[in-house]
């Protein structure tokens, strides 16, 4: 069993920065690649940014290139999401995804961010 735990989110202003992280645990697994997603009420769930445990450099979605960076601590099993120059269209519950090496995923409970202008 895999569990994904969030943290970092909370309140900032719009222009400002948070910093997440999701933690990977459980029972030995290896890693195909580990992702932030986000959803807004009344929207469907919505790609972030992801990083592969080896190979090819992250991937953004468009809304967030540029601003916001993920990064990993391969031993930790561990991804951040630095989220600079924050707007109030970015508040969401953020999730992390992690994709199994052989297949399967698993999703985190979600970490709300919002941004007030």
């Known amino acids: 069993q895999v569990q994904l735990v969030e943290s970092g989110g909370g309140l900032v202003q719009a222009g400002g920065s948070l910093r997440l992280a999701c933690e990977a645990s459980?029972?030995?697994?290896?890693?195909?690649?580990m992702s932030w997603h986000r959803q807004s009420p009344g929207k469907e769930r919505e790609f972030v940014a992801m990083i592969r445990w080896a190979g090819d450099g992250p991937s953004y979605g468009d809304s967030v290139k540029g601003r916001f960076t993920i990064s990993r601590h391969r031993t930790k099993k561990t991804i951040y999401l630095q989220m600079n120059d924050l707007k109030p269209e970015d508040t969401a519950v953020y999730y992390c995804?992690?994709?199994?090496?052989?297949?399967?995923?698993?999703w985190g409970q979600g970490t709300q961010v919002t941004v007030s202008s």
């Open positions: 459980g029972r030995a697994f290896g890693v195909y690649a």
């Open positions: 995804r992690l994709d199994r090496a052989g297949g399967g995923e698993h």
